[in-house]
């Protein structure tokens, strides 16, 4: 919440548990710390159909700065 609230995320966080309700609330709350967030463009939302697309996500330069957002789901 500290990071969030800051705007000084760190590069990788884990969520996880039986709570999906929490871990959907956190997710949103961080992708509100983005400014510009496009999906395909700098917002990228994988899950067991396309991770293996996750390296070249992670390599790729995006359009609108430094900022992307990657999220993997179960």
Sequence with gaps: DE??????????YLLYGEETYDIERYVEKIEAVYTNLVL???LYILDNS???DLRDICESVTFFGEEKLVIIKK
């Design 40 to 42: 395909g463009v700098n």
């Design 50 to 52: 396309n991770i293996s």
């Design 3 to 12: 990071d969030i609230k800051q705007k000084t995320l760190k590069p990788v």
